[in-house]
T-cell receptor, first 116, second 112 residues
Framework: KNQVEQSPQSLIILEGKNCTLQ??????????LRWYKQDTGRGPVSLTI?????NTKSNGRYTATLDADTKQSSLHITASQLSDSASYIC???????????????FGEGTQLTVNP | EADIYQTPRYLVIGTGKKITLECSQT?????MYWYQQDPGMELHLIHY???????EKGDLSSESTVSRIRTEHFPLTLESARPSHTSQYLC???????????FGNGTRLTVT
């Protein structure tokens, strides 16, 4: 069964600090890996999408890395802000097929809290 | 900011009632999805559509139904709500298979 495991489950940091969130997956074959940010009570918002040929992709203070050989990804947040408090969800996509609509596998997310 | 809207945002209803959760997008996306998400848990796909008159069931068994009569509209209906349907329902759309999903802000449903 395709799985996406995220760690840590929750993380508390002080404003201004950096942090790194981890994502391990077993989805194969693999098409792309996505990171989403979900604020409490809101829908997820896309941060990055990386294909298997991309090692890193940045979006402002967010930098995602991908190692397709070890099936690992990380999301690094630089100089954290209070507004970064949210759940960060790793999503892995397999290739299109007969059941293309269900080819996204979601992780449970890492709940990040940034304190002043 | 993505233009995808869900109504109502919150809904509390009694067991046995029929309800329809609305989802509309103004981006002209062909692909639309309904996900169910319990607190602290991953999203589970319950329905998807690749275009008008196309609907498919997702991975999670659901007693709901959907329709896609217009590109911009993808409503989800529960014929007879039960307490087990209490959850958050998220609607999303995308331009293509490798494009990001654009989510609405969800409907939080409570069935008493």
């Amino acid at each position: 069964k395709n799985q996406v495991e995220q760690s840590p489950q929750s993380l508390i940091i002080l404003e201004g600090k950096n942090c790194t969130l981890q994502c391990n997956y077993t989805v194969s074959p693999f098409s792309n890996l996505r990171w989403y940010k979900q604020d409490t009570g809101r829908g997820p918002v896309s941060l990055t999408i990386m294909t298997f040929s991309e090692n890193t992709k940045s979006n402002g203070r967010y930098t995602a890395t991908l190692d397709a050989d070890t099936k690992q990804s990380s999301l690094h947040i630089t100089a954290s802000q209070l507004s970064d408090s949210a759940s960060y969800i790793c999503v892995v996509s397999g290739p299109p097929g007969e059941t293309s609509g269900s080819r996204l596998t979601f992780g449970e997310g890492t709940q990040l809290t940034v304190n002043p | 900011e993505a233009d995808i809207y869900q109504t109502p945002r919150y809904l509390v209803i009694g067991t046995g009632k029929k309800i329809t959760l609305e989802c509309s997008q103004t981006m002209g996306h062909d692909k639309m999805y309904w996900y169910q998400q319990d607190p602290g848990m991953e999203l589970h796909l319950i329905h998807y559509s690749y275009g008008v008159n196309s609907t498919e069931k997702g991975d999670l068994s659901s007693e709901s139904t959907v329709s896609r009569i217009r590109t911009e509209h993808f409503p989800l209906t529960l014929e007879s709500a039960r307490p087990s349907h209490t959850s958050q329902y998220l609607c999303a759309s995308s331009e293509g298979y490798n494009s990001p999903l654009h989510f609405g802000n969800g409907t939080r449903l409570t069935v008493t």
